[in-house]
């Protein structure tokens, strides 16, 4: 599966979108697919989940919507190698408080690079989803702007 994921991180140069997600439940390796390609690309994992939750801690919590945003660039730009950003641990991002839209920030990162990210939701009839309709961080969008790559 790391080739093919590889063949495709290479297409993403030539291709207009370049966000590829890794897509699958809960356990079906996703992280371990992304440290793979970053062992074999000798690149860093920015784990947006315990970086961006510490840079958060350090603002007053009425503020951090405010800075979510730019603090998660600067993370992603010193974390960007070779014109390659790879992202895991996105729940935070999905936190009401910050009042961010995940999948739209995924795509302006992915307008200066290519971002490769682990989804950590689920692809139904080309709807990718997080949480739970009902649930109060349930998201739901369309795949226009990305590329899925499913695993299972």
């Known amino acids: ?26 356990n079906s390796g996703k992280s371990d697919l992304l440290g793979q ?36 660039k600067e993370l992603a730009d010193d974390f960007t190698s070779h014109g390659l ?27 200066a690079r290519r971002v490769i990210a682990a989804w950590p939701g689920s692809l139904v009839e080309n709807r990718l989803s997080y949480a739970t309709t009902g649930h109060p961080e349930h998201q739901d969008y369309g795949c226009d702007g990305l590329v899925p790559f499913r695993v299972n």
Do not use: Y
């Open 1 to 26: 599966m790391i080739q093919s994921l590889d063949r495709v991180v290479e297409d993403l140069v030539v291709v207009n979108s370049k966000l590829l997600l890794l897509i699958g439940p809960p």
């Open 85 to 111: 950003l790879l992202l895991d641990n996105l729940e935070l991002l999905f936190d009401k408080s910050l009042r961010l839209s995940p999948l739209d920030l995924l795509r302006r990162h992915a307008q």
């Open 37 to 72: 390609l970053a062992k074999r690309r000798q690149l860093q994992i920015l784990n947006v989940g315990a970086l961006l939750s510490r840079e958060l801690l350090t603002i007053p919590g009425p503020r951090r919507h405010l800075q979510a945003a730019d603090l998660l």
